[in-house]
């Protein structure tokens, strides 16, 4: 059984449009996050969620607006999106946020053109 | 100074080899530390959890100096199926509740 699950595995899109990144977990853990991996291979942590809770908001443009319908799930969506936007997008999650390691899903590699 | 700090390598070692990373971190109230690895086009992994009394899990033996603020990383035997990007990673706790810093990585390839 897959721990921590995200959809799609690959997003191509165009310039300005819409899309949503959907991350569920099976560990029972309270706490969810999403990060970005540039072309330079840099992961950089962008959200975080306690219990359906915002915890981390890390100077992200208002284009990207996570959602927790429950702790199991964060959703990630993505307004307008700009060439600059593409990278790949991981989802986490751990048993708290205070000391816990994190597990990652699979990614998603999103390429806008 | 970067938050986390690792020798980006390549590494470049034959099989059987005995390699040593190394990571340094800024914030001196950092409260846990870990090694992940990934693979090409993959998410990181879990490889362990760093304690101040140092630990071990097979070939791999984690130390942490928080005097010096320096984590290691020693891979003994080192197997072709090491060959990855070892990602040295540190979690400040406290307000900054969850937020994982990583290091850039290094990287490793080792060959038969």
């Known amino acids: 059984d897959t721990a921590v699950s995200q959809t799609p595995k690959y997003l191509v899109t165009q310039m300005g449009n819409d899309k949503s990144i959907k991350c569920e977990q099976n560990l029972g853990h309270d706490t969810m996050y999403w990060y970005k991996q540039d072309s330079k291979k840099f992961l950089k942590i962008m959200f975080s969620y306690n219990n359906k809770e915002l915890i981390i908001n890390e100077t992200v443009p208002n284009r990207f607006s996570p959602k927790s319908p429950d702790k199991a799930h964060l959703n990630l969506h993505i307004n307008s999106l700009e060439l600059g936007d593409s990278a790949v997008y991981f989802c986490?999650?751990?048993?708290?946020?205070?000391?816990?390691?994190?597990?990652f899903g699979p990614g998603t590699r999103l390429t806008v053109l | 100074r970067k938050e986390v700090e690792q020798d980006p390598g390549p590494f470049n070692v034959p099989e059987g080899a005995t390699v040593a990373f190394n990571c340094t971190y800024s914030?001196?109230?950092?409260?846990?530390f870990f090694w992940y690895r990934q693979d090409c086009r993959k998410e990181p992994k879990l490889l362990m959890s760093v304690y101040s009394s140092g630990n071990e899990d097979g070939r791999f033996t984690a130390q942490l100096n928080r005097a010096s603020q320096y984590i290691s990383l020693l891979i003994r035997d080192s197997k072709l199926s090491d060959s990855a990007t070892y990602l040295c990673?540190?979690?400040?706790?406290?307000?900054?509740?969850?937020?994982?810093?990583f290091g850039q990585g290094t990287i490793l390839t080792v060959h038969p």
């Open positions: 914030n001196s109230a950092s409260q846990s």
């Open positions: 990673v540190v979690n400040a706790g406290g307000t900054s509740y969850g937020k994982l810093t």
């Open positions: 986490a999650s751990s048993q708290d946020g205070s000391r816990w390691a994190q597990y």
